[in-house]
């Protein structure tokens, strides 16, 4: 079976706070307890309660890794979600809904955007010839070809009221699990894994489990009683699999590779979308020890501090770094915006530093829960003065936890700040991956002097590498200065001018020192065919729709091959180069408005990446919008002046 048809798109959505994201969690383990696999993305507004969301969960039975703007099933329990995605439902594809609602008028969608009213008013009135009804939406879908399947969650609520004797007032969140039940009935998916969910997200609740599973079972015969002719062309089988997988996001990867790497301490303030990683951190503070057989087990403790704001996150964990422990702070652009000052008193202090900083779109506020790669340019110039910092870009959730641990190892090895970028689309992901292998991973502490030395200690000892044997604060014998000015070998403070050259070139050998000692393999990736005349270039979070991508194309007959660049700063210029002068045609695919790593390429390397296909409206890039914008460039001549940039405008 092709790709493409194994792949089923299930969609929900609903107001902030009327548990989208807890029926998106249960449908997808449920999926993931089937043996399938899963990739998950959610939307949400930048308030609390209200504003509409949604959850896209892909499930298939090989990996996934990007969203995609069609859905074959559509479940709502509100009326804003008919309105603004019944259009996204393929024609074959499914729509549950509330039959009590068919009657609401589009003005009653108190909280939808002005923009998207109008279009909605103009679809159904001009478009269609009918009037600005929920039940006129759900006319024009099954115009279309889609099965629309009223479900009367009151109806079933009271029938479980009546059976437990519980309040009905008290069962209202149990609609959202009346959706995923009737979703998987209508995909004709067995009970037993969603079950299964059930109990592993209410662990230790067993009337909660027991309640919701006859709410499930009450679903799945309503189901089977009144749409028993009527068959979704997708459903969903559970596949056979004996490999052991996790459920996580992004920020939660990250935090498991904190944790493996070692970190003792995360500094923070709240920012979306940063903040669920440290709190995920902090849940998990307490960190279970392998101990030899016999001996009692052992714990290690992980501090997690919440400061009063973003200047002093920084400045903690730097002095936590400065003690020898392995410290991060993680943040968004406008929390980094604070940081800059306290990031070059790390830098000219030479500070193993690590800093995860979660893109969103900008400037300012901007959208504060929604996605970009805005902030590349600013990352490498962040700080005023010049002094070196690593910058590494993870592309998905498996490298998002590799990475958090090969970060510390760089920021201790090299004895500088290293930035780990990443953005909102990873941050919320959600994805089925075989847990995580540690045999490989070492943990790189550095350049130590551990003895005391003789004589005067000079922390800031001129070397060829641009490093120096490093001791910690209170160590015997490695006393040492720190300061924000300018300083000698010791630390003093110095104006002079032979020994600020010295100063200056030796902390800027760091970046020459890792770009000969990082492996390529930790620099970029290549995939598809690399003899192929078209080569796309990105970064980030890009990576699982453009390889997506690239397997429609493959199977209809294009050659691509796309360099994923992961070591942003020091960029390795010349191998790039090599790699970009083998391409007649390169695409740059980025989440930003200027495509800011083709602007760094060619200033780098003299190379000008042709065409752009970028986004910048704070959704991520999917896959089947970046399939159409790669074809449409495909079908042109290279250095076409008429197609050098494709704006992608797909979301909600």
């Known amino acids: 079976m092709p790709a493409e048809q194994s792949r089923l798109t299930w969609l929900i959505g609903g107001a902030q706070g009327s548990g989208v994201d807890s029926a998106a969690n249960i449908f997808a383990r449920a999926c993931a307890f089937g043996g399938l696999q899963v990739y998950a993305q959610r939307e949400y507004y930048s308030n609390i309660m209200g504003k509409h969301s949604y959850y896209q969960v892909a499930v298939a039975d090989r990996a996934l890794g990007a969203p995609r703007d069609q859905a074959d099933l559509l479940v709502s329990f509100d009326a804003e979600t008919v309105f603004l995605h019944a259009r996204q439902v393929c024609a074959s594809g499914g729509l549950i809904y509330d039959p009590k609602l068919a009657e609401t008028p589009l003005e009653r969608a108190a909280a939808m955007e002005e923009r998207a009213r109008t279009s909605l008013a103009h679809y159904l009135v001009d478009e269609q010839g009918l009037d600005e009804t929920l039940g006129s939406m759900i006319q024009a879908a099954q115009a279309r070809g889609v099965h629309c399947f009223p479900i009367p969650y009151r109806e079933l609520l009271q029938k479980l009221a009546d059976e437990t004797g519980t309040a009905l007032s008290s069962l209202k969140r149990v609609i959202n699990l009346l959706a995923v039940a009737a979703s998987c009935a209508l995909l004709q998916y067995p009970l037993e894994p969603l079950l299964r969910a059930l109990a592993a997200v209410f662990a230790g609740k067993a009337k909660v489990i027991k309640l919701n599973s006859r709410a499930c079972e009450l679903t799945y015969q309503y189901v089977a009683d009144s749409f028993a002719g009527e068959k979704l062309a997708r459903h969903l089988e559970p596949v056979e699999t004996d490999q052991l997988r996790i459920y996580l996001t992004g920020t939660e990867a990250v935090a498991l590779g904190k944790i493996a790497a070692g970190c003792s301490l995360q ?7 940063a903040t669920d990683e440290s ?62 000052e306290a990031l070059g008193w790390a830098g000219i202090n030479e500070v193993p530093l690590v800093i995860s900083l979660y893109q969103r779109g900008g400037p300012s506020t901007g959208l504060p829960t929604r996605t970009e790669q805005g902030d590349l340019r600013f990352v490498l110039h962040a700080g005023h003065g010049e002094f070196p910092r690593l910058v590494l870009a993870s592309g998905d959730l498996s490298e998002c936890f590799h990475d958090a641990i090969r970060v510390f190892n760089w920021a201790e090895r090299y004895q500088t700040p290293v930035i780990h970028l990443l953005d909102k689309a990873l941050s919320s992901a959600g994805q089925t991956l075989p847990p995580f292998e540690l045999e490989g991973v070492r943990l790189d502490r550095g350049l130590r002097a551990y003895e005391a030395s003789e004589g005067e200690y000079r922390r800031f000892a001129w070397s060829e590498s641009g490093i120096s044997p490093r001791t910690v604060l209170g160590q ?43 492996p390529e393999a930790e620099k970029f990736n290549l995939f598809g065919d690399p003899d192929a005349e078209t080569m796309i270039v990105s970064w980030g979070s890009p990576k699982g729709a453009i390889l997506e991508a690239l397997e429609v194309l493959k199977a209809e007959g294009h ?11 020091p960029l390795p210029a010349r191998a790039l180069e090599a790699l970009l002068r083998r391409a007649k045609r390169r695409i740059a695919v980025e989440n930003n408005y200027s495509g800011q790593l083709a602007g760094l390429i060619r200033e780098q390397t003299g190379i000008k990446i ?41 979301g909600i």
């Open 559 to 569: 050659s691509l091959s796309f360099l994923q660049v992961r070591l942003l700063w």
């Open 279 to 340: 709190s995920y951190l902090d849940a998990h503070a307490l960190v279970p020890l392998k101990s030899p057989p016999g001996e009692p087990a052992k714990q290690a403790a992980l501090i997690v501090l919440q400061t009063e704001d973003e200047i002093a996150a920084i400045t903690a964990a730097t002095g936590a770094a400065l003690a020898g422990a392995r410290a991060a702070t993680s943040t968004s652009g406008p929390g980094f915006c604070l940081m800059t």
């Open 267 to 273: 500094a923070y303030y709240p920012i979306s979308p």
């Open 476 to 518: 015997a014998g490695g006393m040492f200065w720190n300061t924000g000015d300018e300083h000698d070998e010791t630390g003093h403070i110095t104006e002079d001018p032979l020994v600020r050259d010295q100063m200056m070139e030796k902390r800027a050998r760091k970046l020459q020192t890792a770009a000969q000692e990082i």
């Open 610 to 650: 042709e065409q752009l296909i970028v986004k910048y409206n704070g959704r991520p890039i999917l896959s089947d919008e970046l399939s159409e914008a790669l074809k449409a460039l495909l079908a042109t001549k290279p250095g076409d002046s008429s197609s050098q940039k494709v704006v992608l405008t797909h």
